[in-house]
């Protein structure tokens, strides 16, 4: 049986009287590749924000590999990664100082900060870049970096909230490589959020679907697909679970923010 690392019982938060997430409850199991669906504006990032402790929920409780979101926060963010969708690396320093910095952040013990380093640099195939200026560095090996300074302390959770947006499909390609070799390789459990469904359904061992802070629908692209019946898509899926409410695009500063993080990767 399957051991849960990351369970969420009736998580609430509002915004005034805005229900932004909306009793959600879900289990996520070690290694697992869950992929967190759902229009602009379902409450996605909400639930990144809340489940990594950036953001206190209204109600309710999630404990990630085996910590209260609420009364454990340290041990929460010490068992997790995080790569959010604006860029959080320096570009005025290189790729071996931000992963240094990330280091320190993390506490690693100072003997094994450089061997640390250099792993991560080879593993995402990052090693001759480390002593250029990160402002030099492409799209895709600017998320590389994030995801390689996210792993330093090899998390149980890695969270990513639309980890190849603004990314060319090339880019995008590369960087989910080097995710589902870390999955292999670490059993790191990947909890992400997109709006690229074939991500979803090429990478997730299972897909939830939000609407307007609700959970929709829950389960394998495969049970998703045959809940509409036969000859059914994702995109489909998508389309029927998601509604068409909020499908006409972000509000303007969510418009911005992606814009601005497409154009520091591009």
Not at 7 to 24: C, E, N, S, W
Not at 200 to 208: G, K, L, S, Y
Request: aromatic fraction near 6%; charge should be negative.
């Amino acid at each position: 049986m399957s051991e849960v690392v990351l369970a969420i019982k009736d998580l609430t938060r509002r915004f005034g009287a805005f229900t932004a997430v909306d009793a959600l409850t879900l289990a996520v199991n070690t290694g697992e590749v869950f992929g967190l669906l759902g229009s602009n504006g379902a409450g996605k990032t909400t639930i990144i924000k809340m489940l990594t402790t950036l953001l206190p929920p209204t109600s309710g409780e999630a404990r990630v590999a085996g910590f209260s979101i609420a009364t454990h926060a340290v041990d929460v963010r010490r068992a997790i990664g995080y790569v959010p969708q604006a860029v959080s690396v320096d570009g005025s320093l290189t790729g071996y100082e931000n992963l240094l910095i990330f280091a320190k952040l993390y506490d690693l013990p100072h003997r094994e900060v450089k061997a640390r380093i250099a792993e991560a640099l080879e593993f995402m195939n990052l090693t001759a870049d480390a002593p250029r200026l990160v402002g030099e560095y492409s799209g895709g090996m600017v998320r590389r970096l994030e995801i390689a300074q996210s792993t330093l302390h090899r998390p149980k959770v890695l969270f990513l909230d639309e980890p190849t947006v603004g990314l060319d499909p090339i880019a995008r390609d590369a960087v989910w490589k080097h995710l589902m070799d870390l999955r292999a390789n670490f059993g790191t459990t990947l909890f992400f959020t997109t709006h690229y469904l074939e991500e979803a359904e090429a990478h997730c061992d299972r897909i939830a679907i939000l609407h307007l802070g609700k959970l929709d629908a829950l389960g394998t692209c495969r049970e998703l697909e045959a809940s509409l019946g036969p000859g059914h898509s994702l995109n489909d899926v998508f389309v029927h679970y998601a509604g068409t409410a909020v499908e006409s695009g972000n509000n303007l500063r969510a418009v911005a923010a992606e814009r601005a993080t497409a154009g520091r990767l591009g």
